[in-house]
């Protein structure tokens, strides 16, 4: 588990740090679609923007909030009532790990 956490955390804060890598790479994947480069970019400028990418884990109560928002207005049956309690489901062992090994604070969101 924590091989594919830090994986995760690596890949996110690689992603926002290279919009052009990141963007050849997906093309390179084919990951875009019919987005044209001008597309691609403005996507990456809007994730990047809207902190997207979970450079330190985003298991931060006010991360996992703004994720539970989105579930919720997306609908399905995940729902407010439904929700399990923060400390009840998340478990932040593993992107501590990753934080202190790279040398952070592990309180960093």
């Known amino acids: 588990m924590q091989a ?3 994986a995760f955390i690596t890949s996110s804060r690689w992603a926002y740090a290279h919009e052009g890598a990141f963007i050849h790479e997906a093309d390179a994947t084919q990951l875009v679609g ?3 480069g001008q597309q691609q ?3 990456w400028q809007q994730l ?3 902190s997207f990418y979970a450079v330190n884990g985003a298991i931060c109560p ?3 909030i703004q994720t539970e928002r989105y579930t919720y207005a997306a609908g399905g049956s995940l729902a407010k009532g ?3 309690a923060y400390s009840k489901w998340v478990d932040n062992t593993f992107v501590k790990k990753y934080l202190k090994a790279d040398h952070q ?3 960093l969101c």
């Open 4 to 6: 594919v956490v830090s």
């Open 34 to 36: 019919s987005l044209t």
């Open 41 to 43: 970019e403005a996507s």
């Open 48 to 50: 990047h923007n809207a």
């Open 62 to 64: 006010n991360a996992i």
């Open 82 to 84: 439904n929700t399990p």
């Open 105 to 107: 604070v592990t309180t």
